[in-house]
């Protein structure tokens, strides 16, 4: 539906991206509810989505940001297709990485779970401050950062979050070391409802060490059930060459040496793809999609405990 030309029903993660994990014509896929631990079968034009999520309102007047993300979303999509259709990286210009890059730091900025972090720091900030400085505290002087925001001034945030995303994070997606990630249909990716998955294996410390231009950087963003784009930190290059020195011709890491400056696929160890969709699991504010509905790990780790929820730190926002 539409209002005014414009979606009522507006996603947070893009159709088009979702209906590459769809089964056949009704773009259908496997949904798996962190909250609820159950899965479900929805057409993905119902999922990841809410009604007029971009919409907010300043002093009576009626804005959003919807159109914007679809133009966004319209020069991304060929740009994608393309990889796909090509089974590699070598073909990208640099035009098409940059435009690739400001839709990543857009997908970024734009999920329901970076607006849920939005809705409880105000709580958090406060919570932390009468641990500090006692229950009874007075803090009135901070009383704008602790104040709840109601649902438009959160869209309003959002949208200027959104906004600033690109001048904020485009280059720290540019400038990693990019290879296409490939697997087989037995163990395929997963793309969860926030799918720019990160992690960080150097600096494994809390606070901050999963930003998007730390030392150590790994960012991790699925195209299809059978490929996905890997962004690693540039540090690891040089670690990624002695390695492959060392280990020769034919090993894992002459393969990743390979697949970065060849732009072909990287054969992912199941090991690996384990990981990744394990980094979907965790990150997704509530819901994980596949194009089949084995959700094993997905119902491990949230009876493990691992995934209540969402996240309730900023890491993943910080960039320094």
């Known amino acids: 539906m539409a209002y005014d030309g414009i979606a009522k029903v507006q996603h947070y993660v893009p159709r088009f991206l979702l209906r590459n994990f769809g089964?056949?014509?009704?773009?259908?896929?496997?949904?798996?509810?962190?909250?609820?631990?159950?899965?479900?079968?929805?057409?993905?034009?119902?999922?990841?989505?809410?009604?007029?999520?971009y919409d907010f309102e300043i002093e009576g007047l009626e804005l959003t940001i919807e159109p914007g993300l679809s133009m966004v979303e319209n020069f991304a999509k060929p740009i994608?297709?393309?990889?796909?259709?090509?089974?590699?990286?070598?073909?990208?210009?640099?035009?098409?990485?940059?435009?690739?890059?400001?839709?990543?730091?857009?997908?970024?900025?734009?999920?329901?779970?970076?607006?849920?972090?939005?809705?409880?720091?105000?709580?958090?900030?406060?919570?932390m401050m009468r641990r500090r400085e006692g229950e009874h505290a007075d803090l009135s002087s901070i009383a704008q950062y602790i104040k709840v925001p109601d649902d438009n001034e959160l869209a309003l945030h959002s949208a200027s979050f959104i906004a600033k995303a690109p001048g904020m994070f485009a280059k720290e997606f540019g400038n990693k070391?990019?290879?296409?990630l490939a697997t087989d249909s037995k163990h395929p990716f997963l793309i969860g409802d926030n799918p720019i998955g990160l992690q960080n294996m150097i600096?494994?410390?809390?606070?901050?060490?999963?930003g998007l231009a730390v030392h150590g950087i790994e960012i991790y963003f699925p195209l299809s059930p059978r490929r996905a784009l890997a962004m690693w930190c540039p540090s690891y290059g040089d670690a990624f060459q002695i390695a492959?020195?060392?280990?020769?011709?034919g090993s894992f890491a002459h393969q990743m040496v390979e697949a970065i400056r060849t732009g072909m696929p990287l054969a992912y160890p199941q090991e690996c793809v384990l990981n990744f969709n394990s980094l979907q699991v965790l990150h997704a504010e509530?819901?994980?999609?596949?194009?089949?509905?084995?959700?094993?790990?997905?119902k491990d780790m949230v009876a493990a405990d691992h995934c209540k929820g969402c996240l309730t730190v900023f890491q993943s926002v910080s960039t320094q």
Do not use: C, Y
């Open 286 to 298: 509530r819901f994980v999609f596949s194009s089949n509905d084995d959700f094993s790990l997905a």
């Open 244 to 249: 492959a020195q060392n280990q020769g011709t």
């Open 80 to 127: 994608i297709k393309s990889i796909l259709d090509a089974d590699s990286l070598a073909h990208i210009r640099v035009d098409q990485r940059a435009r690739l890059s400001i839709f990543l730091a857009i997908q970024f900025a734009r999920t329901k779970w970076l607006r849920e972090q939005f809705r409880h720091f105000p709580k958090q900030f406060e919570e």
């Open 203 to 210: 600096d494994m410390g809390i606070g901050g060490n999963i």
């Open 23 to 53: 089964t056949g014509k009704k773009d259908k896929v496997h949904v798996f509810d962190k909250l609820t631990e159950k899965v479900f079968f929805p057409n993905v034009k119902n999922i990841a989505a809410e009604s007029r999520f």
């Open 177 to 180: 070391l990019w290879a296409l």
